[in-house]
């Protein structure tokens, strides 16, 4: 399954962005599909999860400000992030689900290539 990442890039403090991860395999509805990111200096961590029936899971430092959805209709993933902080920028990348852990990254097969957002003050 090939994931392909469009959004993200460029925005002021305070500011929001949308991402988008759409996906090339035939059965988008049954796959759990979640966001991760990796900030400059620390490893890849989880951001947000959302399984086929649309139940999402956060990690703590969204505190509100990220939601994640989905679109079955385009095999589509997005996030979107407001309140952006300086701590948000990093690479971000989509995945889907395999089994396990949602919050640990061994647990995820397919991988985008990931979006550069660079939040600014």
């Known amino acids: 399954v090939r994931l392909l990442q469009s959004g993200g890039g460029l925005v002021a403090a305070g500011g929001s962005l949308r991402l988008s991860c759409t996906t090339s395999?035939?059965?988008?509805?049954?796959?759990?599909m979640a966001w991760f990111r990796q900030v400059p200096g620390k490893e890849r961590e989880f951001v947000a999860y959302?399984?086929?029936?649309?139940?999402?899971q956060y990690a703590d430092f969204t505190n509100g400000r990220f939601t994640i959805t989905r679109d079955n209709s385009k095999n589509t993933v997005y996030l979107q992030m407001n309140s952006l902080e300086l701590e948000d920028t990093g690479v971000y990348y989509c995945?889907?689900?395999?089994?396990?852990?949602?919050?640990?990254?061994?647990?995820?097969?397919?991988w985008g290539a990931g979006t550069q957002d660079t939040v600014f003050s």
């Open positions: 959302i399984s086929p029936m649309s139940t999402a």
């Open positions: 395999g035939p059965i988008f509805s049954s796959y759990s």
């Open positions: 995945t889907r689900h395999a089994h396990g852990s949602i919050y640990s990254v061994s647990q995820y097969y397919d």
